[in-house]
């Protein structure tokens, strides 16, 4: 069997288990979407849904965040952890926004990276959930499950979404990165892993990453 025809089994797979993921974090626009993002890092975007709703509550556009201080928005968003870290991003990031961009989330990766507390990542997401411009935003599990499929030698996030970006299509990125995350919540999480009954593992797991 050739990588393309490895890959495109493992694409068939994704769409029968999940053919319609939808974006996981709850947002309303491309403001939200970023400040949940930004939340989920090092946290399960089922305890950012549960946190959001007050923050949002508080403030839900960069106009009326940026009124609060970093201790008042850290309150909030502790439950998802780093929280000292993510509270001076989202006041700092909403400050540029309304002073530098109207209240307006840019559009393109370079802006975007420039915020506080945005890696390349959160830009990703951002990007392709909300602009619709191509992007493979790749986290460690997305990492993880790359490297137990063959799809990439595990070295790095980065030369992970190298791979994926160039084994996928572009067309089908965004969707791609969806299901894998919903895939491996399922059928292929961290913990309590067993290859023989994963789907694709079973078939595609490197035998020197076998139990």
């Not at 990588?3 to 288990?17: A, S």
Request: glycine share 6%; aromatic share 8%.
């Amino acid at each position: 069997m050739t990588k393309t025809e490895k890959v495109n089994d493992i694409l068939k797979i994704l769409d029968t288990y999940f053919p319609n993921p939808e974006v996981p974090l709850q947002h309303k626009d491309a403001y939200t979407l970023l400040i949940s993002v930004l939340l989920s890092a090092q946290c399960t975007d089922e305890r950012v849904n549960k946190t959001t709703p007050a923050l949002f509550k508080m403030a839900d556009n960069p106009f009326d965040m940026m009124k609060f201080s970093a201790d008042a928005i850290r309150e909030v968003i502790k439950p998802c952890g780093l929280s000292p870290m993510k509270s001076k991003g989202i006041a700092g990031l909403s400050k540029i926004l309304v002073e530098k961009y109207k209240g307006q989330v840019p559009s393109t990766f370079e802006e975007l990276e420039e915020l506080p507390a945005v890696g390349h990542k959160t830009a990703s997401v951002v990007m392709t959930q909300w602009f619709g411009i191509p992007a493979f935003p790749v986290d460690t599990h997305i990492h993880r499950l790359a490297h137990r499929w063959g799809l990439s030698n595990g070295k790095s996030v980065e030369q992970t979404e190298k791979d994926l970006k160039r084994l996928i299509p572009e067309k089908k990125w965004n969707k791609v990165h969806l299901q894998i995350i919903y895939f491996g919540r399922q059928y292929c999480p961290a913990r309590g892993h067993m290859w023989s009954e994963c789907p694709i593992c079973k078939k595609y797991m490197p035998k020197g990453l076998r139990d």
